[in-house]
Protein backbone atom coordinates (compact mmCIF):
# COMPACT_ATOMS: atom_id res chain seq x y z
CA UNK A 1 0.00 0.00 0.00
CA UNK A 2 1.55 3.39 -0.75
CA UNK A 3 0.90 6.25 1.49
CA UNK A 4 -1.47 8.09 -0.57
CA UNK A 5 -3.63 4.81 -0.60
CA UNK A 6 -3.26 4.67 3.11
CA UNK A 7 -4.55 8.40 3.99
CA UNK A 8 -7.19 8.02 1.63
CA UNK A 9 -8.31 5.00 3.50
CA UNK A 10 -7.68 7.14 6.82
CA UNK A 11 -9.72 10.56 5.61
CA UNK A 12 -12.43 8.22 4.32
CA UNK A 13 -12.49 6.36 7.89
CA UNK A 14 -12.63 9.53 9.48
CA UNK A 15 -15.14 10.73 7.40
CA UNK A 16 -17.73 7.83 8.55
CA UNK A 17 -16.84 8.35 12.28
CA UNK A 18 -18.35 11.76 11.95
CA UNK A 19 -21.51 10.31 10.06
CA UNK A 20 -21.86 7.61 12.79
CA UNK A 21 -20.98 10.20 15.61
CA UNK A 22 -23.84 12.42 14.33
CA UNK A 23 -26.07 9.62 13.62
CA UNK A 24 -25.80 8.87 17.25
CA UNK A 25 -26.59 12.02 18.57
CA UNK A 26 -29.92 12.45 16.52
CA UNK A 27 -31.02 8.54 17.97
CA UNK A 28 -30.11 10.48 21.23
CA UNK A 29 -32.39 13.32 20.80
CA UNK A 30 -34.92 11.75 19.18
CA UNK A 31 -35.03 9.31 22.36
CA UNK A 32 -35.03 12.21 24.57
CA UNK A 33 -38.21 13.66 22.47
CA UNK A 34 -40.04 10.35 22.79
CA UNK A 35 -39.49 9.78 26.73
CA UNK A 36 -40.57 13.32 26.80
CA UNK A 37 -44.02 12.61 25.36
CA UNK A 38 -44.00 9.38 27.20
CA UNK A 39 -44.00 11.44 30.25
CA UNK A 40 -46.72 13.85 29.31
CA UNK A 41 -48.70 11.39 27.88
CA UNK A 42 -48.37 9.54 31.90
CA UNK A 43 -48.72 13.15 33.31
CA UNK A 44 -52.26 13.41 31.23
CA UNK A 45 -53.25 9.93 32.62
CA UNK A 46 -52.28 10.75 36.35
CA UNK A 47 -54.35 13.74 36.10
CA UNK A 48 -57.43 12.00 34.19
CA UNK A 49 -57.85 9.45 36.87
CA UNK A 50 -57.42 12.34 39.62
CA UNK A 51 -60.52 13.72 37.69
CA UNK A 52 -62.18 10.20 37.71
CA UNK A 53 -61.21 8.64 40.83
CA UNK A 54 -60.18 11.41 43.75
CA UNK A 55 -59.00 8.60 46.05
CA UNK A 56 -56.70 7.27 43.58
CA UNK A 57 -54.01 9.02 45.40
CA UNK A 58 -55.06 6.06 48.15
CA UNK A 59 -55.00 3.41 45.97
CA UNK A 60 -51.88 4.13 43.89
CA UNK A 61 -49.32 2.94 46.42
CA UNK A 62 -51.09 -0.68 47.33
CA UNK A 63 -51.36 -0.94 42.83
CA UNK A 64 -48.30 0.15 42.16
CA UNK A 65 -47.08 -2.49 44.98
CA UNK A 66 -48.26 -4.97 43.33
CA UNK A 67 -47.59 -4.11 39.37
CA UNK A 68 -43.60 -3.98 40.36
CA UNK A 69 -43.91 -7.43 41.96
CA UNK A 70 -45.90 -8.97 39.31
CA UNK A 71 -44.98 -7.63 35.97
CA UNK A 72 -42.03 -8.16 33.97
CA UNK A 73 -40.95 -4.48 32.37
CA UNK A 74 -38.87 -6.49 29.87
CA UNK A 75 -42.33 -8.38 28.66
CA UNK A 76 -43.96 -6.92 25.47
CA UNK A 77 -47.46 -5.21 26.35
CA UNK A 78 -50.50 -5.76 24.48
CA UNK A 79 -51.67 -2.40 22.78
CA UNK A 80 -55.28 -1.29 22.13
CA UNK A 81 -54.69 -3.36 18.79
CA UNK A 82 -54.06 -6.21 20.49
CA UNK A 83 -57.12 -6.23 23.22
Do not use: K, N, W, Y
Amino acid sequence: MTDTHIDEQFRLLQQQMVVVGEAIETLQLETRAAIDAVHLEIEVLRRCLRLVHPDMAESFAAVRTEVIHTTDPETPHPTSEDT
